[in-house]
């Protein structure tokens, strides 16, 4: 009823941001639209995120920011400059073509996060509208719906992140309030849940209804991970560890908790409608290397100078320089 997707190491940036990817693995490429999956956490020693102006084509980027993390300064080519705080999120969309930077914005009261910690997402777009005209769209935290379920002292917060309304009342909680970012792939879900023990108990159950998405995934942030526990039997079918991905099974309902302990244990809760084709970025192949050329073109015109760059704009009034393309 459950696979386990263990996490990959890499590093983003100039300086290395650590980052765990659990999509795409195999045997899962994605879940829903949701093709990449990177957990991204400073440590105390790291210096600050600095991600240099690079481009995307043909997908979306979701960045949402965890409570105990640093703000992040978004720049793009739409002329964007937007810092997205804690709980906040970021729905970007590359179409035919954007630019953008990050850096991470260090808070002067030292009594407060000092490094990054959150999640990035890469969407495939509909096949339609890989070419569409790139879009920006910021949603802080208190315009996002919240619900939360509460069993004697123990509760469970949930905040829906991405959710349209061709699934009314996600998690049989909501009703028919949906998420108000524009999502370009209908019936997806992204959510986050924090759950609060004060006693040495396993929290309250979060329900994830098979009617919630067809494909869907739930991430352990914290080190208790999560308990999925079957609403048919009430039995734990298995635990999903700190940085793993549990993939459910499809036509299954089941309740998320976190296990017996104390304190704060957080997850994220993903899923949509298969993929109609096995692919990455977009579904045209001599896109990807026709937007290479179209980048170098805007990023060392002095090496490239007969490729004319019909994709991609600059950061309006931001110096750095560009990246090179790996």
């Not at 940036?13 to 990177?38: E, T």
């Amino acid at each position: 009823m459950l696979e386990i997707i263990k996490p990959k190491l890499k590093s983003l940036g100039a300086n290395g941001l650590p980052v765990r990817r659990l999509l795409p693995s195999i045997p899962h490429q994605s879940i829903g639209p949701f093709i990449f999956l990177d957990h991204m956490r400073g440590q105390a020693s790291s210096p600050p995120v600095d991600v240099s102006p690079h481009p995307h084509i043909g997908l979306a980027t979701v960045t949402y920011l965890l409570n105990d993390s640093t703000s992040i300064l978004h720049r793009d080519s739409l002329g964007t400059v937007q810092q997205i705080k804690p709980a906040d999120i970021n729905y970007m969309v590359a179409g035919r073509g954007i630019v953008h930077s990050e850096h991470e914005v260090l808070p002067i009261d030292k009594s407060k996060p000092q490094t990054v910690h959150g999640i990035q997402f890469w969407c495939a777009l509909p096949i339609e509208l890989e070419e569409c005209n790139p879009k920006f769209q910021h949603v802080p935290k208190d315009q996002l719906p919240e619900e939360t379920i509460k069993y004697g002292n123990e509760s469970a917060h949930v905040r829906l992140l991405i959710g349209d309304n061709y699934n009314a009342n996600y998690f049989g909680l909501f009703g028919d309030n949906t998420s108000p970012v524009q999502s370009l792939n209908q019936r997806s879900l992204y959510a986050s849940l924090d759950f609060i023990r004060s006693t040495n108990s396993s929290s309250v159950g979060v329900p994830i209804r098979s009617s919630d998405a067809v494909e869907r995934a739930v991430y352990a942030i914290d080190e208790d991970g999560v308990e999925i526990v079957s609403v048919r039997s009430g039995q734990v079918i298995e635990t999903v560890p700190k940085y793993h991905l549990g993939v459910l099974k499809q036509g299954i309902d089941v309740y998320v908790r976190a296990p017996r302990g104390l304190g704060q244990s957080r997850a994220i809760v993903l899923g949509g409608e298969k993929l109609d084709r096995h692919r990455n970025i977009c579904s045209v192949k001599n896109r990807i290397e026709e937007a290479k050329d179209h980048w170098e073109a805007l990023a060392h015109p002095e090496s490239f100078r007969n490729v004319y760059n019909q994709r991609f704009s600059r950061i309006p009034h931001f110096s750095q320089s560009y990246s090179r393309l790996p």
